[in-house]
Every structure is written in structure tokens, then in C-alpha cells.
């Protein structure tokens, strides 16, 4: 009895070594096929495991190298935008006075688009009744920030195409209101 046991736990070794191997070699596999095949002048058959695991460590490192680099030059160019930022933003807002208000006609739906800063409150119930009082239904609106400013756009819909929207007193009434 003693005898099965010890032979049958030394089938289970092998079993488990063998196992084990298979896993490896699979493994090993995989990581080759990971490998640009420019690193390789022999064919990968030619290379021992020991030359394909010292390959990929080495690929791994320059792709690391090459990662830290990237992201030197990404906080180089984030410090060089940041020095430059304060003078941007100053010719930005020569070229883009806020309140802005754009009024899209395409027929029967109107897109408004308000550029505000955050400084600025108006009372956006007040920018629908303008719409609304002017022939138009609102049908989405929306706003989202964008540092220091916020845009909002508002979808409407002529309510009677036969009488339509006049675009230009929408707009001179939101000017009004707004600014």
C-alpha cells in the first residue's frame, strides 16, 4: 500500500512539473510574439528561451527609456505653454470680447450659442423667454465650462413655420438682456 502511494505522488510531480513546463513554454511564446519582429535578425527558432527572455528585457527597458523621455518633453512643453499662457490669454480676450452671442438660422430650428465668463450672471429662464416671446420652442439646451468661461446652446423650433422667427431682434433682445 505504502508502496502505490509513494509512486502515485511521484506521477503527480511529474504531472505537475510537466504542467508546469507546458505553462512556461507558452508563456515564453506569448512574449515573443510581443516582440517587433525588426529585433530578431535570426529567426525566433534560432534564438534559445534564455536570448528571447534577454531580448524582451532589453526591448522593455528602451520602451521605458523612451516613456521617461516623452514625459520630460511633455512637462517641458507644459511649463513653456504655462510661461506663455498669461500673454495668450490676454490676446485671446482682445479678439473675443465676452458676452458673445451667436444666432444660427437653419429655417425652422434656430441654434443660439452664449459665450459668457463666469463673472457674468444672467438669468437663463430670461434667454428662453426672449425665444419663446419671439416665436420659437425651445427644444434642448445645454452649457458647459471651459476655464473661465461658460457656454451655453440652445436648440429651438420656429412654432409656426408660415410666420417664422426674425433672427436679428432675437439676437438685438439676447444683446440687450446679456450684456
Known sequence: MKKRTSES???DRKTVERNRRIHMKDLCLKLASLLPPHLFKPSKDMLSQQDQLELAACYIKQLRERVEGLKRVKEEQAITTTRTSSSAKTSMMIGLRLPVVELRDFGSTIEVVLISGLNKNFMF???INVLSDEGA????ASYSTVGDK??????AQVRISRVGVETSRVCERLQELIC
Do not use: A
Not at 461658460?150 to 436648440?155: A, K, L, N
Open 137 to 140: 420652442e425651445v427644444i434642448s
Open 125 to 127: 429662464y430670461e434667454v
Open 9 to 11: 505522488s511521484r506521477l
Open 150 to 155: 461658460v457656454f451655453h446652446t440652445i436648440h
